[in-house]
């Protein structure tokens, strides 16, 4: 499901008129409430039904997600869609940044040797806007709950000495969640 938050952007005034729960700026129609937004083809209209059992993405909410990119400054990451408390979080955007300065509490000097492609991690929103999303993963139990060695593809164990390979005997580092291993996502 594609929900859309307040503010963003659905089609350009020579594509739609605006409907319910939309409003125009500069020849944009966006929509004004967190939602589903549809399409009337035939009249050319978008609006957007609120979700009233929606819980939109804001400061602080839980996400899960798969590390996409690893670039110098930040790392690229697609949410989960998740249940929580039986109330369905609203993913506006599936990608999420997460720059370098929100990673950890100590400096980090190699953001490639935190994470890498495939890893899963447990992040913070740190901020939520219409035109995207910024996680951190600052605290002890966030950072990378899986991740999967870089020569085989195997999941690495964590041991006493850090993230292991049991198949070929590589050693690796990450940004580390306290609940490294203990999380089984469904
Ligand atoms: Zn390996």
Request: aromatic letters at 6%; a positive charge.
């Amino acid at each position: 499901m594609k929900c859309s938050l307040p503010g963003e952007f659905l089609a350009t005034e020579e594509e739609f008129s605006k409907g319910e729960n939309t409003f125009e700026e500069n020849g944009d129609i966006r929509a004004d409430s967190t939602g589903l937004p549809s399409e009337d083809k035939k009249y050319k209209i978008i609006s957007v039904s609120k979700q009233k059992n929606l819980v939109p993405l804001s400061a602080g909410s839980i996400v899960f997600g798969t590390v996409m990119l690893v670039r110098t400054n930040s790392v690229s990451i697609e949410m989960h869609p998740l249940n929580l408390k039986s109330e369905r979080q609203v993913i506006g955007a599936s990608y999420a940044m997460l720059p370098v300065r929100n990673v950890s509490r100590e400096y980090v000097e190699d953001l490639k040797a935190q994470f890498k492609i495939g890893d899963i991690v447990k992040a913070k929103v740190a901020e939520a806007k219409p035109w995207g999303i910024d996680l951190r993963t600052n605290e002890k139990e966030l950072g990378v709950i899986k991740a999967f060695c870089s020569r085989c593809r195997q999941p690495l164990q964590l041991s006493v000495t850090g993230l292991k390979c049991t198949s070929c005997g590589n050693s690796e580092t990450r940004k580390l969640s306290s609940e490294y291993g203990q999380i089984a996502l469904g």
